[in-house]
């Protein structure tokens, strides 16, 4: 995304057709589902509005829930943000999903629509629901004939690493335009991945392998090398050289916490990351956002904090997973990425 926008996803709805293993609202135990009222919607786009506005930014919205369709308003926000011209991304379930949703979607500028594929048939369903797996591949033709970009993102687990490459085919054979995959983060009741940092350098080393064989045939895919660690592997490949000319202290990429990326809770809740667990600054309905992007989340800006990372060149444009870090030591957004091999003194 281009820097003149601010990104905030937002959680219209707890509502869903399915109770992944993993998800983050049901991992702790909540099970009051919570959806925003319309004139709180209102209020969240006009706060966000005027925030962006502030910081001469321009909102783009990463709609969710649950499973954002299911909102009885969902069509009205839609049209708000058409009218208001704002662009958004919808993060969803397929089973809703036909040629002329898609085609009305589109008519209401919907960008991009993200599905999940975590795993082969098997598990993924074990993961999400029966059922799911040939759901979500088949509703990709309907996405892309729409014009609206398909995305596909993996939540990768000791329990689905060796499967990820037939992923790759599977969403390939379906016409998917973006594919990414990010680490599972662990909960309170689970405190590891169940990767070894090894084990995962040569996974993105076999993966690397196989999207430059598709990227190399033609392939329409994009695959999005979206975890940090990429850019480690690429520093050893070669594929990355440290920029000259650059600013000491400066952020340059790597996690957007902090830089340019808020979620907001179905409840309203100001988060610094989704995947960070405890990671509330501030309340929509009671704060202002700017002065909760000055003040509380300054917390999540303290580079120099990173145990391993702030010793590490790679500093401005990597950190690793700090989500991934903190689910795996004690809620320490700070600590080390559990699979990062890098060495550093």
């Known amino acids: 995304m281009a820097n003149q926008y601010f990104a905030f996803q937002w959680h219209i709805t707890d ?14 135990g909540h099970f009051c589902l919570v959806s925003m009222t319309w004139e709180e919607m ?9 925030f962006c506005k502030k910081f001469n930014r321009l909102p783009y919205f990463y709609i969710t829930g649950g499973d954002p369709i299911l909102h009885k308003n969902f ?10 011209k704002i662009p958004f991304t919808l993060m969803g379930n397929p089973f809703h999903l036909n040629d002329e949703v898609c085609q009305k979607l589109r008519s209401y500028g919907c960008d991009k629509y993200q ?19 040939k759901c979500t591949l088949e509703k990709v033709s309907s996405i892309n004939k729409a014009g609206i970009t398909s995305v596909i993102m993996s939540t990768v687990s000791s329990m689905n690493i060796k499967e990820i490459p037939d992923v790759i085919d599977a969403i390939v054979k379906a016409g998917v335009d973006v594919y990414a995959f990010a680490r599972y983060v662990p909960t309170s009741s689970e405190k590891s991945t169940g990767i070894k940092p090894e084990e995962y350098r040569d ?28 850019t480690l592997y690429q520093y050893e490949t070669g594929e990355f050289k440290i920029p000259e000319n650059t600013k000491e202290g400066m952020i340059y990429s790597g ?62 444009w990597c950190r690793g997973c700090p ?4 689910g795996s030591n004690g809620g320490d957004f700070y600590s080390e990425d559990p699979q990062c091999w890098m060495k550093v003194s």
Not at 293 to 300: D, G, I, K, R
Request: charged share 30%; hydrophobic share 35%.
């Open 115 to 133: 599905m999940s594929i975590d795993g082969m048939e098997k598990t993924h369903d074990w993961f999400r629901k029966p059922g799911s797996f």
């Open 42 to 50: 209102l209020v969240v786009v006009e706060k966000c509005q005027n």
């Open 203 to 230: 996974f993105l080393k076999a993966v690397d392998k196989k999207y430059k064989e598709y990227e190399k045939a033609g392939c329409k895919t994009y695959f999005n090398r979206k975890d940090h660690l990429w």
């Open 15 to 28: 509502q869903c057709d399915q109770r992944c293993k993993h998800c983050y609202i049901f991992a702790e």
């Open 75 to 84: 069509w009205q926000l839609l049209e708000l943000l058409k009218e208001k």
């Open 323 to 326: 989500a991934v870090a903190a």
């Open 255 to 316: 996690c957007n916490c902090g830089n340019c990326h808020f979620t907001i809770s179905s409840k309203g809740e100001l988060m610094a990351c989704r995947r960070v667990a405890n990671s509330i600054v501030g309340n929509i309905f009671t704060d202002k956002i700017e002065d909760v992007w000055l003040n509380q989340m300054e917390a999540y800006r303290d580079y120099e904090k990173f145990s391993k990372c702030s010793k590490c060149k790679l500093l401005a």
